[in-house]
């Protein structure tokens, strides 16, 4: 089988926005990520079942960052460490995947290890804050009405929240009817009212 699309994690990159928004950029001299996306199962077996039967419940999201102590590249992570707004966290398998990375809001913790034989490194625990997702690389252009209805192309990947529905085009374009909305990355909702994107669902 062809391992063209394989990949090697020196293309890895970890991107953070400290204030919570979409807006991540790039973390300096990180070597290092993981993400742990489980869900726990409960077995909810009856009588006369043939097979264990279980529900899938709910999804964990956290994981480990890691890499090498810059005096001014580090700061932002030890700042969100001892701070109390949970950051955006943007973890990209490899640059060679355009726009495809897990991303979603999540609380950090930071450790930072010295030793007199070796180089100062941190390392790092992120846990989920809210709804995580997969992004694919297509950028939504339109959203269709429903409740809640879904962004166009298939396979789009949702927009981060309002502001980043500027553009984006209605369908339909008249003003969405009661209870009419999509659901955006922030788990916020947004629909269309004839003119604009609105925060909310359709009135």
Do not use: C
């Amino acid at each position: 089988m062809a391992a063209t699309l394989r990949r090697h994690g020196s293309k890895g990159d970890v991107l953070m926005d400290p204030t919570g928004g979409s807006s991540a950029v790039h973390v300096a001299s990180l070597n290092g990520w993981t993400a742990d996306f489980s869900r726990e199962a409960v077995d909810v077996t009856a009588f006369l079942d043939t097979t264990k039967v279980f529900l899938q419940g709910t999804m964990t999201a956290q994981g480990t960052v890691k890499g090498w102590w810059e005096a001014i590249g580090s700061k932002i992570l030890f700042d969100a460490a001892f701070g109390d707004v949970a950051v955006f966290l943007k973890l990209v398998p490899s640059t060679l995947d355009t726009g495809v990375a897990f991303s979603g809001p999540a609380n950090l913790s930071m450790s930072i290890e010295v030793a007199v034989d070796g180089a100062v490194t941190v390392n790092g625990t992120w846990s989920g804050a809210g709804p995580w997702s997969l992004g694919t690389g297509i950028v939504a252009t339109g959203a269709t009405a429903g409740t809640p209805g879904t962004f166009t192309p298939a396979g789009a990947d949702t927009p981060a929240n309002l502001a980043a529905m500027t553009g984006k085009t209605a369908n339909p374009a008249t003003a969405w009817t009661t209870g009419q909305h999509v659901v955006l990355g922030d788990a916020s909702k947004a629909y269309w009212n004839a003119t604009a994107w609105v925060a909310g669902q359709a009135a």
